[in-house]
Nanobody, 121 residues
Framework: QVQLVESGGGLVQPGESLRLSCVAS????????MGWYRQAPGSQRELVAE???????EYADSVKGRFTVSRDRNKNTLILQMNSLKPEDTAVYYC???????????????WGQGTQVTVSS
């Protein structure tokens, strides 16, 4: 099974920045799409940014121009640079990936445990 571990969340004031990291491990054979999702209290989980298997990148309209997602395939790592943070960005941020392992060599969806981001004055 693939394990996804997020880090970098915290409490910041509006206008400040955070950098989230997601590291995948667990006998990985292949990683396909990887992305960041978030879920605010009382809300549905929503896509923030995603890097497709062929390198295409998608962003939610609410974060375009402020967030940047990047992927390092050699390190099995996904980064989310979040600038100009707003209170509306407050949520638990989850890393998501599709992938396979040598012991389970077919594509499966995986989720990390999440990291809390709070933007408040």
């Amino acid at each position: 099974q693939v394990q996804l571990v997020e880090s970098g969340g915290g409490l910041v004031q509006p206008g400040e920045s955070l950098r989230l990291s997601c590291v995948a491990s667990g006998g990985i054979r292949n990683l396909g799409d990887m992305g960041w999702y978030r879920q605010a209290p009382g809300s549905q989980r929503e896509l923030v940014a995603e890097v497709g298997d062929i390198g295409n990148v998608e962003y939610a309209d609410s974060v375009k121009g402020r967030f940047t997602v990047s992927r390092d395939r050699n390190k099995n790592t996904l980064i989310l640079q979040m600038n100009s943070l707003k209170p509306e960005d407050t949520a638990v941020y989850y890393c998501h990936a599709t992938g396979s392992t040598w012991s389970r060599p077919y594509e499966t969806a995986y989720w990390g445990q999440g990291t809390q981001v709070t933007v408040s004055s």
